[in-house]
């Protein structure tokens, strides 16, 4: 059996000799077994052979901080080499924090770890961060603040300081590459003098000749100011991005690094710890659990994996495979291979497996199991999601969240199980031309996707966030409805959005891609589809003037080496997603204007509401609501506010919160990551008649419908109305400039006062705009739509591309609108119908 991928567990603790150096620690520690991909594959790290100088007892560093590996095939949590200290960085001080809470004298963990002594570096704002990358990338030295501390203190937070600059700037290069060429630009730009004060102004003038300073060398106050100015700004839309990338990855970067015991010093100021599994066995679900790794007979994993042992693997699972020496690639023969585990390939995998075909499914992602997965944010976020989760539209109007791991989007979504609505599923099948969702067959199919899913609908107790929504939406005497789960009534699990620890929640990994691997289908991970393979189609065939035979993938192996695989298959199927699946067959070669258009997000818009503990501003002081709001089942209550539009509660760790809230000033940033754990949020999601496009892999261009922006505006207000009829002591939006109504005392007037101020405005790049905001989106539609020609779609009602026989897609891509519900049953739902109709081609020989 191919080594599994690294563990999502946090290592035990290291112990070292209080003397050793952060290098040092680094050629000393070690990890298990579990946490490597291929161990004797991977070459050892090399380190420079001399360190940084040696520092006294008093100074010594901390345990080394862990920091999700940007390198697929590494260990997952990678021990920061010279990372240094497990303070956080001397650029990310002050982003919200102006004094780290170890450094408070009333801090609570002031005695843990000591007190330290206050250096002009740790009160840098925010604006530092720009100021470090920008100066150790020109000119390679630390900044003349930092030159001005004690030599000793200064070549430890130079250990600390570099390389964590390094880490942020690699996530920097994960934006579209416009945002990152701004960056790049206007960093330069404030490396000198003269750029500075063309962009801050009378903020750098000094004294002193030559009475202009660089941005590094203006007091913090200033470059306080500085951002202030960027955020608003209306024109120069380049400074209000560059302080929108920046604060989005300084403060995700900072709520989210964790020492080896998994933990971050921030995390107690906050009220937060990274919840425990406590769920009791005896539940009544422990009959229904998963196996440890229920694919592991089926699982390839390539990454382990060298030219011999790949080959080698492929055979035990019984394929045909066939290796060439005059080709660079192997041919591997099948009866259907599919390109995606989600949803849609995970339902397609099941259904083709059990009708006796032979089943290989490509995913790019690795395999996790609920043993694997820790509920820390910032690795789990790194490993299971496109982007590592920074993934945004190319104009900055939306974050896009959607899954890359074995499972796709059911590992780690919030569990909603709700039906297709039948408004849906007539105007499909009437304006559309659509029948397969008017059908018995559909409504059979959702039927059968809830039953082998085990879908829920009672809930026996509710987070934090859910009570929130309940009791906002019966004070007002609006109807709340509870909303289904894939898991058992008592799951209260709060960190599903990071892949279930329980195992409790049943995505496509535990259930319809076990169904197919114990029927024999084959799951290669690691593995990247590049191009469908097709070929001329006979004239008159069908109408298609191609035919495909099958698929290119490729996989990089433990030995580093880059192979390409042919997979040779009657049926061909793209299941994987509506971001991914518009480039996979473009780059195919085939034409079609509707692929890559029509795309579809379910776009949120989200309101907070600060519920402090004893909050005597709640209706009933007797019933206070208590938890915090990381506890608990994500969705479990829903409240609609039209046909188009739902108010439903997300998930947000410390590191997604941080980087989505308002910046008004590092004390604003500090005292709204104070209240994070009793702060509650609730969104508004339209079905959107607005339609982006796919223009690439990781290229997105969307905008909202001046329709879709006025329901976000009516749901965002109905949110607000229920957040402060639920007894929250402070409201408020998203919007950059922290728009917020105190509730004490408020009457009628001054709530619709405040409300008539709600609006919901475009992204940060859009010029001329004082106040900007930034859409998230989870489900993701349309981008392949199903048509009843080529005219209205990329697909037919089959699934099948109109221009290459044998081509289907089958996932949330092809359907012909967004649902305006959480979209996985319709999805596994279709996916069951179409892969119901490929099975029987297949048997009556109708696919060749």
């Given at each position: 059996?191919?080594?599994?991928?690294?563990s999502?567990?946090?290592?035990?603790v290291?112990?070292?000799?209080?003397?050793?150096?952060?290098s040092?620690?680094?050629?000393?520690?070690s990890?298990?077994?579990?946490?490597?991909?291929?161990?004797?594959?991977i070459?050892?790290?090399?380190?420079?052979?001399?360190?940084?100088?040696?520092?006294?007892?008093?100074?010594?560093?901390?345990?080394?901080?862990?920091?999700?590996?940007?390198?697929?095939?590494?260990?997952?949590?990678?021990?920061?080499?010279?990372?240094?200290?497990?303070?956080?960085?001397?650029?990310?001080?002050?982003?919200?924090?102006?004094?780290?809470?170890?450094?408070?004298?009333?801090?609570?963990?002031?005695?843990?770890?000591?007190?330290r002594?206050?250096?002009p570096?740790?009160?840098?704002?925010?604006?530092?961060?720009?100021?470090a990358?920008?100066?150790?990338?020109?000119?390679?030295?630390?900044?003349?603040?930092?030159?001005?501390?004690?030599?000793?203190?200064?070549?430890?937070?130079?250990?600390?300081?570099?390389?964590?600059?390094?880490?942020?700037?690699?996530?920097?290069?994960?934006?579209?590459?416009?945002?990152?060429?701004?960056?790049?630009i206007?960093?330069?730009?404030?490396?000198?003098?003269?750029?500075?004060?063309?962009?801050?102004?009378?903020?750098?003038?000094?004294?002193?000749?030559?009475?202009?300073?660089?941005?590094?060398?203006?007091?913090?106050?200033?470059r306080?100011?500085?951002?202030?100015?960027?955020?608003?700004?209306?024109?120069?839309?380049?400074l209000?991005?560059?302080?929108?990338?920046?604060?989005?990855?300084?403060?995700?970067?900072?709520?989210?690094?964790?020492?080896?015991?998994?933990?971050?010093?921030?995390?107690?100021?906050?009220?937060?710890?990274?919840?425990?599994?406590?769920?009791?066995?005896?539940?009544?679900?422990?009959?229904?659990?998963?196996?440890?790794?229920?694919?592991?007979?089926?699982?390839?994993?390539?990454?382990?994996?060298?030219?011999?042992?790949?080959?080698?693997?492929?055979?035990d699972?019984g394929?045909?495979?066939?290796?060439?020496?005059?080709?660079?690639h192997?041919?591997?023969?099948?009866?259907?291979?599919?390109?995606?585990?989600?949803?849609?390939?995970?339902?397609?995998?099941?259904?083709?497996?059990?009708?006796?075909?032979?089943?290989?499914?490509?995913?790019k992602?690795?395999?996790?199991?609920?043993?694997?997965?820790?509920?820390?944010?910032g690795?789990?976020?790194?490993?299971?999601?496109?982007?590592?989760?920074?993934f945004?539209?190319?104009?900055?109007?939306?974050?896009?969240?959607?899954?890359?791991?074995?499972?796709?989007?059911?590992?780690?979504?919030?569990?909603?199980?709700?039906?297709?609505?039948?408004?849906?599923?007539?105007e499909?099948?009437?304006?559309?031309?659509l029948?397969?969702?008017?059908?018995?067959?559909?409504?059979?199919?959702?039927?059968?996707?809830?039953?082998?899913?085990?879908?829920?609908?009672?809930?026996?107790e509710?987070?934090?966030?859910?009570?929130?929504?309940?009791?906002?939406?019966?004070?007002?005497?609006?109807?709340a409805?509870?909303v289904p789960?894939?898991?058992?009534?008592?799951?209260?699990?709060?960190?599903?959005?990071?892949?279930?620890?329980?195992?409790?929640?049943?995505?496509?990994?535990?259930?319809?891609?076990?169904?197919?691997?114990?029927?024999?289908?084959?799951?290669?991970?690691?593995?990247?589809?590049?191009?469908?393979?097709l070929?001329?189609?006979?004239?008159?065939?069908?109408?298609?003037?191609k035919?495909?035979?099958?698929?290119?993938?490729?996989?990089?192996?433990?030995?580093?080496?880059t192979?390409?695989?042919?997979?040779?298959?009657?049926?061909?199927?793209?299941?994987?997603?509506?971001?991914?699946?518009p480039?996979?067959?473009?780059?195919?070669?085939?034409?079609?204007?509707?692929?890559?258009?029509?795309?579809?997000?379910?776009?949120?818009?989200?309101?907070?509401?600060y519920?402090?503990?004893?909050?005597?501003?709640?209706?009933?002081?007797?019933?206070q609501?208590?938890?915090?709001?990381?506890?608990?089942?994500?969705?479990?209550?829903?409240?609609?506010?039209?046909?188009?539009?739902?108010?439903?509660?997300?998930?947000?760790?410390?590191?997604?919160?941080?980087?989505?809230?308002?910046?008004?000033?590092?004390?604003?940033?500090?005292?709204?990551?104070?209240?994070?754990?009793?702060?509650?949020?609730?969104f508004?999601?339209?079905?959107?008649?607005?339609?982006?496009?796919?223009?690439?892999?990781?290229?997105v261009?969307?905008?909202?419908?001046?329709?879709?922006?006025?329901?976000?505006?009516?749901?965002?207000?109905?949110?607000?109305r229920?957040?402060?009829?639920?007894?929250?002591?402070?409201?408020?939006?998203?919007?950059?400039?922290?728009?917020?109504?105190?509730?004490?005392?408020?009457?009628?007037?001054?709530?619709?006062?405040?409300l008539?101020e709600?609006?919901?405005?475009?992204?940060?790049?859009?010029?001329?705009r004082?106040?900007?905001?930034?859409?998230?989106?989870?489900?993701?539609?349309?981008?392949?739509?199903?048509g009843?020609?080529?005219?209205?779609?990329?697909v037919?009602g089959?699934?099948?591309?109109?221009?290459?026989?044998?081509?289907?897609?089958?996932?949330g891509?092809?359907?012909?609108?967004?649902?305006?519900?959480?979209?996985?049953?319709?999805?596994?739902?279709?996916?069951?119908?179409?892969?119901?109709?490929?099975?029987?081609?297949?048997?009556?020989?109708?696919?060749?």
């Amino acid at each position: 059996m191919a080594p599994g991928p690294p563990s999502l567990l946090p290592p035990p603790v290291v112990a070292r000799p209080p003397s050793l150096l952060p290098s040092e620690v680094a050629r000393t520690s070690s990890l298990p077994a579990s946490f490597v991909v291929a161990r004797s594959a991977i070459p050892p790290r090399v380190l420079p052979a001399a360190g940084p100088p040696p520092l006294p007892s008093s100074m010594t560093p901390e345990p080394p901080l862990l920091r999700p590996s940007l390198v697929p095939g590494l260990p997952l949590l990678r021990p920061s080499t010279a990372l240094g200290p497990a303070a956080p960085p001397h650029f990310l001080h002050g982003i919200g924090l102006l004094h780290m809470p170890w450094q408070r004298p009333d801090s609570a963990m002031a005695t843990r770890f000591g007190r330290r002594k206050e250096a002009p570096a740790a009160a840098l704002s925010l604006a530092s961060s720009i100021w470090a990358r920008c100066e150790s990338r020109r000119q390679g030295r630390r900044s003349s603040e930092m030159r001005k501390q004690d030599a000793k203190e200064a070549r430890c937070d130079w250990v600390v300081g570099s390389r964590s600059d390094k880490d942020v700037a690699e996530l920097v290069t994960r934006c579209v590459w416009e945002a990152v060429v701004l960056v790049n630009i206007v960093l330069w730009i404030l490396s000198t003098k003269v750029g500075t004060l063309a962009l801050c102004g009378r903020l750098c003038v000094t004294g002193k000749f030559p009475y202009a300073c660089k941005f590094a060398d203006m007091p913090v106050e200033r470059r306080e100011e500085a951002l202030k100015r960027w955020n608003k700004a209306r024109w120069l839309f380049p400074l209000k991005i560059t302080f929108v990338v920046i604060k989005i990855l300084s403060h995700y970067t900072f709520y989210t690094m964790v020492n080896e015991n998994s933990d971050n010093p921030c995390w107690k100021a906050i009220g937060y710890s990274v919840p425990e599994l406590d769920e009791p066995r005896e539940n009544g679900t422990e009959a229904s659990r998963p196996s440890p790794r229920p694919l592991d007979n089926g699982i390839v994993e390539t990454r382990g994996l060298n030219d011999t042992t790949l080959l080698r693997s492929l055979t035990d699972k019984g394929l045909a495979v066939k290796q060439d020496a005059s080709s660079a690639h192997h041919t591997v023969r099948c009866d259907a291979v599919i390109v995606g585990s989600g949803c849609g390939g995970g339902v397609a995998a099941a259904v083709l497996a059990a009708a006796g075909h032979k089943v290989i499914v490509v995913e790019k992602g690795d395999y996790f199991t609920a043993t694997d997965y820790s509920s820390v944010e910032g690795p789990s976020m790194d490993r299971l999601y496109e982007k590592g989760g920074i993934f945004c539209t190319s104009d900055v109007t939306a974050i896009l969240f959607t899954g890359a791991t074995v499972g796709g989007g059911s590992a780690v979504n919030w569990s909603a199980c709700i039906r297709t609505p039948e408004t849906v599923t007539r105007e499909w099948a009437r304006e559309h031309g659509l029948p397969v969702f008017a059908s018995a067959a559909y409504a059979e199919a959702m039927d059968a996707v809830c039953a082998r899913l085990a879908v829920t609908e009672g809930c026996r107790e509710e987070g934090f966030q859910n009570k929130v929504l309940r009791r906002g939406c019966e004070a007002l005497g609006l109807r709340a409805d509870a909303v289904p789960r894939n898991s058992s009534a008592g799951h209260f699990c709060g960190s599903c959005h990071l892949g279930c620890p329980t195992g409790d929640k049943r995505g496509t990994d535990t259930t319809w891609l076990a169904d197919a691997v114990a029927r024999g289908a084959v799951v290669l991970t690691g593995c990247k589809a590049e191009r469908f393979v097709l070929e001329c189609n006979s004239p008159g065939v069908n109408g298609r003037s191609k035919k495909c035979v099958g698929l290119m993938a490729t996989c990089v192996g433990s030995d580093g080496i880059t192979k390409k695989l042919r997979i040779e298959a009657k049926v061909s199927i793209a299941a994987c997603g509506a971001l991914m699946t518009p480039p996979l067959v473009r780059n195919s070669g085939l034409k079609n204007r509707h692929i890559g258009r029509n795309l579809h997000l379910h776009p949120v818009s989200m309101a907070w509401g600060y519920f402090p503990e004893n909050n005597n501003n709640q209706p009933e002081p007797q019933a206070q609501l208590t938890g915090k709001c990381y506890e608990g089942g994500i969705i479990t209550t829903m409240h609609r506010v039209t046909d188009r539009t739902i108010v439903e509660t997300p998930a947000l760790g410390p590191g997604c919160f941080a980087s989505l809230v308002p910046w008004e000033s590092g004390r604003d940033m500090k005292d709204r990551m104070r209240r994070y754990a009793r702060t509650a949020h609730a969104f508004a999601l339209v079905r959107d008649r607005g339609a982006g496009h796919v223009d690439g892999e990781g290229r997105v261009r969307y905008s909202p419908s001046k329709d879709d922006v006025d329901e976000l505006r009516d749901g965002l207000r109905r949110a607000l109305r229920v957040l402060v009829a639920a007894g929250a002591a402070e409201v408020g939006t998203h919007r950059s400039d922290g728009l917020r109504l105190r509730c004490k005392g408020v009457r009628d007037e001054g709530l619709e006062a405040f409300l008539d101020e709600v609006t919901v405005e475009k992204g940060p790049m859009h010029p001329g705009r004082e106040n900007w905001n930034l859409l998230c989106s989870a489900h993701q539609m349309g981008s392949c739509r199903m048509g009843s020609s080529p005219k209205d779609g990329a697909v037919d009602g089959s699934g099948e591309s109109w221009e290459a026989e044998g081509l289907y897609v089958c996932d949330g891509s092809l359907l012909p609108t967004a649902v305006g519900v959480n979209p996985m049953i319709t999805i596994q739902s279709i996916a069951y119908c179409l892969s119901k109709g490929i099975a029987e081609s297949l048997a009556q020989g109708k696919i060749q």
